[in-house]
Structure formats: C-alpha cells, structure tokens
C-alpha cells in the first residue's frame, strides 16, 4: 500500500495563476475515488524538471480520462511567502514558453492543473524511499491503484528526463488490469489492445501473434 502523508500544497485555482496553498493535504483524501499518479522531481526553476512538468500539464486531460489525480512532489516551499523566487507558487507565476522571459531566467509550469506538494523536510522522500545523498528527491513515478496499492513504481538517475507518452501507456495499464479481472498486460501492450490470460496458452497465443 502507498504510504500515507499529509503536508503543505498548491492546489489549481483558475482565479489565482499562483494556485491556492493547502496547510493539511492527505493523499489518503484521493483513495478509493481516484487512481493517483505521484511523480517526485529535484528541483523547482531547473532544467530538466520543467520539461516533465510541461509536458505532463499538456497531456492532463488524458490522464484525468484515465480517472488519475497527478501530483508533484519536490522539497521546495509551496507559499511564496516562504520563497519568492523558486516556490511552488512562484514557479507557476513564470512565463512556461521558450519565447518569453530573459534567456538566463527560469522557465515556468504556468497555471497547471495538478497539485504540487511541498516536502522540505523530506519526509515523504524517507516515507518512499527516494531522497538522494543531497536530500533532494529522485526523479521518481509512482502508479497507486484505486484503492490506495502501488502498482508500480520507477526510480531513475536525476540526470535522465520520463517520457510522458510511456507514463499514459503505464497509466492506461493499470487501470486495464484493475478492472479486467483475470488479464495482465504482455510486452508491448498499448492501450486497446486486449490483455492476455496469464496462463501458458495465453502466452502461446501472444507469441504466435507478435511473431512472424
């Protein structure tokens, strides 16, 4: 079971780009309502982590389809009256497109309608298991199921970016297997696709359609 924690966030708010700060945010307030997508970062205002974020923003309907709730997780502040320049808050107040700002500035995430958490003391980090010898997180993703399992997780070097599109196909598994009692989801399976029965026939019949 996905470990419980209860801390300080940033939730969307459409009248305030800034988003709408949460002292007291459970993850446990999600379960058995919503699948959960949690994926830790490093840093707010870095590189490789507003390339994630952005692209994870433009593709939220689809996971929202997949009925998940996505939620970001770092060690940075989430109130801007913690940290002006490089909070939760702060971050999504800076221009999210290549063209805008000065070219030695951050890029920003914008207005983006997932829930950012704040974990300075890093203790969701030690919960699962992802704080680096910097006390920052790894970039992690964790799939926790409608009733609150992990299904998945991938732990990764910070210095190697997620694929969004691999991220949705992980997705649309774990909701497959949820509610196809009975089937798994075989190498190289794509949402659509029909599952297969996890005995040896199954497997003879995978084989026999994936090979010439």
Known sequence: MAPDFETSAVLPDQDKPEGRIVDNFKLSSLLGKN????????????????????AIKNKLDQFQELGYEVLVL???????????????????????????????????IGNADFIMLSDPQGKILKQYGIQNE?????????????????????VQSNSIGRDVDEILRKAAAVKFVEENEGLVTPEGWQPGDTGM????????????????
């Not at 939760?88 to 700002?101: T, Y």
């Not at 964790?142 to 997780?153: P, W």
């Open 197 to 212: 029965k996890p005995d040896h026939q199954g497997v003879r019949k995978q084989l026999k359609n994936k090979q010439p």
């Open 134 to 154: 910097d006390g920052l997180a790894f970039r992690a993703t964790f799939y926790i199921g409608i009733e609150g399992k992990v299904r998945i997780s991938d």
């Open 74 to 108: 770092s060690t940075d502040e989430a109130s801007m009256a913690k940290d002006k320049e490089a909070s939760h808050q702060a971050w999504r107040l800076k221009p999210d497109k290549a063209g805008e700002g000065s070219k030695d500035t951050p890029i920003g």
């Open 35 to 54: 699948r959960v997508l949690l994926l830790s970062y490093p840093k707010n205002c870095t590189f490789i982590c507003p390339t994630e974020l952005i």
